[in-house]
C-alpha cells in the first residue's frame, strides 16, 4: 500500500507538478529512482513487472514511443538486481551511485534506440546535453529519498 502510495506521488510529482516549475534537465526521474531501490531491495518476481510497468507508465506520461522506457528500466533491473546480490545493497551511498550509473545507463540506451529506430536530426545532442545536470539532479533526489524513514527496508513483500 506505501509503495503504491510512493509510485502514485511520483508519478503526480513528475508528470504535473515538476515540468511547470523546473527546467527540463533538472528535473529529477523519480520513476528510475524507485526502479533502482526496487533492483537493490525488492524481489525479483515483483521487481521484474513492476519496472516494466513503471517504464510504461513513463512512456505514457511523457508522450515517448511507447515501450521505449519500459524496456530500459527493465534491462537496468535486470542487471541491478543481478549485480545486487553480491553487494551490500543497505548503504544509501550505493544507491545514489546506482540512481547516477543507471541514469547515464538509461540516457544512452534510449539514445541508441532512438537512433536506431527513428530519424530524428539532433537527438544525439539534445539528449547528451543535459546528461550532467542530470545525473546531478537524479543523485540529489535520490540522496533525500535514503534519508526517508522507510528506506531502510526492504520490499520482499511486495
Not at 507508465?57 to 545486487?84: M, P, R
Request: hydrophobic content about 60%; proline content about 4%; overall charge neutral.
Amino acid at each position: 500500500m506505501l509503495f503504491a502510495c510512493a509510485v502514485a506521488a511520483a508519478v503526480v510529482l513528475q508528470a504535473a507538478v515538476l515540468p511547470v516549475h523546473i527546467a527540463t534537465p533538472f528535473k529529477p526521474d523519480l520513476l528510475l529512482i524507485i526502479v533502482v531501490h526496487l533492483a537493490l531491495r525488492g524481489s525479483f518476481q515483483a521487481g521484474t513487472p513492476l519496472a516494466w510497468l513503471l517504464g510504461l507508465l513513463k512512456d505514457v506520461f511523457s508522450g515517448l514511443y511507447l515501450g521505449l522506457n519500459a524496456f530500459t528500466f527493465l534491462i537496468i533491473f535486470l542487471v541491478i538486481k543481478n549485480v545486487a546480490d553480491r553487494l551490500y545493497a543497505e548503504s544509501g551511498f550505493l544507491f545514489v551511485v546506482t540512481v547516477g550509473v543507471a541514469t547515464m545507463v538509461a540516457t544512452i540506451a534510449n539514445l541508441l534506440l532512438l537512433v536506431m529506430f527513428t530519424q530524428t536530426p539532433g537527438i544525439a545532442y539534445s539528449m547528451t546535453a543535459g546528461l550532467i545536470p542530470h545525473i546531478l539532479t537524479n543523485a540529489f533526489a535520490a540522496s533525500l529519498a535514503a534519508l526517508l524513514p522507510g528506506f531502510s527496508r526492504g520490499h520482499e513483500t511486495v
